[in-house]
C-alpha cells in the first residue's frame, strides 16, 4: 500500500473516532449555522483537525483544502494538496441518521492518485490509489453492471442552497425516476460515490457540489471501471459543482437523458447540495 494512503487511512480513522464519540453525545454539541440548512458542529471542526495534523505530521509541506478552512492558505504553491471533507452528511449526523463519512483524496498536479472514504457507522473503508484499482475493506470493488437505466437504482441529491435552481432539479428528478427502477437520497454525497464504486448503485448525478464531496469518490470509481463526468459527460467536474457517475453503459444513458437540463441550471457551483 502507498504510504501516503497509508497515512491519509490513519487520519480518516482518527476522524472517525472523533465522529462516533460525537454521535453519543449529540445533545451536547455546539451547532452553528453556515447557512439556510447549512450547520457545522464542533464534531466537524474536531475532525478535521484531527485530518490535516495527521496528514501534516507526515507531509509538512502539502497544501490542504477542507470545507471547515483548516490550513487554508498553508502551502498555497505545493504540487500536493489534500482535499477534505471531515463529516460529510452532518445534517444526518446531527440527527442521529447513520449515513456519513469521511473524505479524504490526494490531488497531485491536476489528477487525484490517493482516496479514502471512511464510513464509522459500518466500520466500512472504501480506498483506491491511481492505477492500483479500488477497494472495499481490502476487497476489490467493481462498478456494476447492469446495462439498461431502466433496471438501474441511481443515487442523487437535493440542492437546498437559498438561490438553488429548484424547478430544474425537480424536472432532472421526474425524468430519472421515469427512466430508472429508483432514486434514493442519503443524504452524504461522497458516501454515494463510494456506493457507485462498490456497485450499491449503478449511476448517481448531483449538481450544487464542491470538491471536497467528489475528489474521493471520483478516483473510487474511476479505479472501479466507471466514468465520472459533468451533466454534458465532459471534464472538469471537480470544480464545476456538478456531476455524472456510473458504469460506462449506465453513464451514457445518464447523459442522454440530463444534457437537456444542463444549460438550464443556474451558476450550479453555487448550490451547496449534500449536506
Not at 20 to 27: C, F, I, K, N, S
Not at 127 to 137: D, H, I, P, Q, S
Not at 225 to 242: A, R
Request: aromatic letters at 8%.
Amino acid at each position: 500500500m502507498h504510504p501516503m494512503l497509508t497515512t491519509a487511512i490513519k487520519a480518516a480513522r482518527r476522524a472517525g473516532s472523533i465522529i462516533t464519540r460525537g454521535a453519543r453525545d449529540l445533545d451536547r454539541l455546539t451547532v452553528t449555522a453556515k447557512g439556510p440548512k447549512d450547520f457545522v458542529s464542533e464534531v466537524d471542526r474536531a475532525a478535521e483537525a484531527a485530518i490535516v495534523q495527521t496528514l501534516h505530521a507526515s507531509y509538512p509541506d502539502h497544501a490542504i483544502l477542507a470545507e471547515e478552512g483548516t490550513a487554508k492558505g498553508a502551502n498555497a504553491s505545493a504540487e500536493h494538496i489534500w482535499i477534505i471533507d471531515p463529516l460529510d452528511g452532518t445534517t444526518n449526523f446531527l440527527h442521529g441518521f447513520p449515513q456519513y463519512c469521511v473524505s479524504i483524496a490526494l490531488q497531485h498536479k491536476q489528477h487525484i492518485v490517493q482516496a479514502v472514504i471512511y464510513d464509522p457507522v459500518r466500520n466500512d473503508l472504501f480506498t483506491a490509489t491511481r492505477g492500483r484499482g479500488a477497494f472495499l475493506n481490502d476487497h476489490r470493488m467493481r462498478v456494476s453492471r447492469r446495462q439498461h437505466l431502466k433496471d438501474c437504482l441511481v443515487g442523487t441529491g437535493f440542492p437546498f442552497r437559498a438561490g438553488a435552481d429548484i424547478d430544474s432539479y425537480v424536472n432532472m428528478m421526474r425524468a430519472m425516476m421515469t427512466e430508472t427502477a429508483g432514486l434514493r437520497r442519503p443524504g452524504a454525497a461522497a458516501l454515494d460515490l463510494a456506493y457507485v464504486a462498490a456497485g450499491y448503485y449503478d449511476g448517481f448525478w448531483e449538481v450544487g457540489l464542491n470538491p471536497w464531496d467528489v475528489a474521493a469518490g471520483s478516483l473510487l470509481i474511476i479505479e472501479a471501471g466507471g466514468l465520472v463526468g459533468g451533466l454534458d459527460g465532459e471534464g472538469g467536474y471537480l470544480y464545476s459543482g456538478e456531476l455524472i457517475a456510473a458504469n460506462p453503459r449506465i453513464f451514457a444513458q445518464m447523459v442522454k437523458v440530463l444534457a437537456p437540463y444542463h444549460s438550464a441550471l443556474k451558476a450550479p457551483h453555487l448550490l451547496k447540495t449534500s449536506a
